[in-house]
């Protein structure tokens, strides 16, 4: 198994750019598909972006274009990339991992299949 610890969260006003990071420790030796969620009060928790084992990206459509997912296999971090954040962004952002080689299809809805995940960190807009 893997243990993940997220960072960078903050507050900015609208317009403005955040970068997280997810430091993973734990199983090296096995595949895993990676993704940042989301979720804010009183809604589901929901995918944001995901990257398999061999690079391939997949996002959310309320996300794409603005936010950027990337892994640093020898340093063993996701990073996730926000820029033109809007209000509606706000959440507690979370990195999660599934061991397995292809990620799930379905980016928004694939929360209840990761079984690995951090403690959050919280993301803040303001209008």
């Known amino acids: 198994q893997v243990q993940l610890v997220e960072s960078g969260g903050g507050s900015v006003q609208a317009g403005g750019s955040l970068r997280l990071s997810c430091a993973v420790s734990g199983d090296s030796s096995s595949r895993y598909c990676m993704g940042w969620f989301r979720q804010a009060p009183g809604k589901k928790r929901e995918g944001v972006a995901l990257i398999d084992s061999e690079g391939r990206i997949s996002y959310a459509e309320a996300v794409e274009g603005r936010f950027t997912i990337s892994k640093d296999t020898s340093k063993r971090t996701l990073d996730l990339q926000m820029i033109s954040l809007r209000p509606e962004d706000t959440a507690r952002y979370y990195c999660?991992?599934?061991?397995?080689?292809?990620?799930?299809?379905?980016?928004?809805?694939?929360?209840?299949?990761?079984?690995?995940w951090g403690q959050g960190t919280q993301v803040t807009v303001s209008s």
């Open positions: 999660a991992a599934e061991r397995a080689r292809l990620c799930p299809p379905e980016v928004v809805t694939a929360a209840t299949i990761f079984p690995y």
